[in-house]
């Protein structure tokens, strides 16, 4: 499969998603915390705020969209663990690109369909599946240029 690191010998472990959203929108955020972590874990006051106070996650994201030129990371937790633990990323980028993620424990299964699922989501066919491996990017172009190169 395209976009997937190829390891000897995957020992299963962490499964990290990564696809390149078609756009930097709260709401497609949002729409993958709502399908994946419905009951997440809320973020905390660790995040960098610029200055700015947000009073939620959504004005935070808003925030996020229209300053193209910020770049930050989030991540969010299921408060549930049921059925699989899973963690959802998202990587805005300097550019105005946004990547976003899935990690999940893999099983060789999973990951697959959650991957396959989250580009359908995202209406998107630029991303790769990785174990146990972060994929190192800090732009829009670095990210396809990588997916493209597995």
């Not at 106070?53 to 770049?71: I, S």
Request: contains cysteine; aromatic residues 12%.
């Amino acid at each position: 499969m395209a976009g997937v690191v190829v390891q000897e010998d995957i020992s299963y472990g962490d499964a990290l998603c990564f696809v390149l959203a078609n756009n930097r929108f709260a709401g497609t955020v949002m729409q993958l915390l709502e399908r994946y972590v419905p009951n997440h874990l809320p973020l905390t006051e660790d995040y960098e705020d610029w200055g700015v106070e947000y009073a939620t996650e959504y004005n935070m994201l808003q925030y996020l969209q229209v300053h193209p030129q910020l770049t930050a990371t989030r991540h969010w937790n299921e408060i549930e663990k049921i059925p699989y633990n899973i963690m959802v990323g998202a990587y805005f980028l300097s550019d105005g690109q946004l990547v976003l993620s899935l990690t999940v424990a893999g099983n060789g299964i999973i990951e697959e369909k959650l991957f396959l699922e989250m580009k359908q989501l995202l209406q998107s066919e630029i991303g790769l599946l990785s174990y146990n491996y972060f994929p190192k990017f800090n732009n829009g172009a670095e990210f396809k240029a990588l997916c493209d190169s597995l």
